[in-house]
């Protein structure tokens, strides 16, 4: 069992994806199966993103053990009032500084959600919000 | 009833027309410039794919694509690192800051420009390899 923790710092683009860079690289040296850390790749990036761009700070937990790969990113900022809806493709708060970039496409919860076994997303308002994405290893 | 020409054929159904074509050819045939790269030119690139948002890049790129976008910031180095991309053109003669070009160095990701459209681009991207 391995377990790793990184902190993501919100509104700082220039370190946007170093957390699921340095995670992605442990994946391959253990060994994971490429077709998995592809998809995990995909899902963690988004999910650090989202802390970067909606939220103040976080940090992302990995738990790894032979049969899965567990991602937790949690943070401290404003929260999704609805997340259902947030879920939908294409639905996005971010700022036009944000858009100008190439993000606030709405397409990084469903992202996550098409490339994990399980995802959950709790969120408190006001507070903030915990993404936890599974992979089994199969 | 007379006589009729009778000509037969085998149609090769399986025959896969997309040539795969490395990294070195596709610059020199769309006259690309090399803002960086390393060890890179013999491999070969998979297709290519077209967009300015990172989230759908990060969803439907796949490994071995030239991505082609208008996006400048250091932030599309990540994205092409983490989806094993071949190479980033920046099309419209846009130039990328000293950072971008910095972090796709210390990635070991190749960054190609062009003074073509997106469109114009792709297409002859589209032609050389389908
Ligand atoms: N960690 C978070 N904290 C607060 N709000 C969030 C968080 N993650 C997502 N959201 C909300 O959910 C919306 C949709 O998120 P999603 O990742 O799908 O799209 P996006 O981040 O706006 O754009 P993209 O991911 O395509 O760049 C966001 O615009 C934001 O309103
Ligand atoms: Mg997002």
Redesign the pocket.
Known sequence: MLNLEFVIEGGDFTKAGQASSEVKQILKQINIPPAHIKRIAVAMY?AE???V???YKGKMSVFIDPSKVYLKIE?E????PNIEQ?MQEG????TEAVRQMG????????NMKKNVDEMQVTSEVGKG?IVELTTYIT | MGNRPVSKINVDTKQDKKRNMKLKEIIEKLNLTVICANDQFENEVSGGYCSDL??DVMGNATEGQIWITIQVHKNIIAVASLKELSAIVIVKGLEPGEDTIETAKKENIVLLSSNETAFDLAGKLYGLIN
Do not use: Q, R
């Not at chain 1, 639905?91 to 971010?94: N, P, V």
């Open positions: 988004e993103v989202n802390v761009a909606h939220a943070d900022g404003p929260g999704i947030a639905f996005s708060t971010a993000f606030g496409a709405g397409m990084g919860l469903p919000t | 990172l989230s």
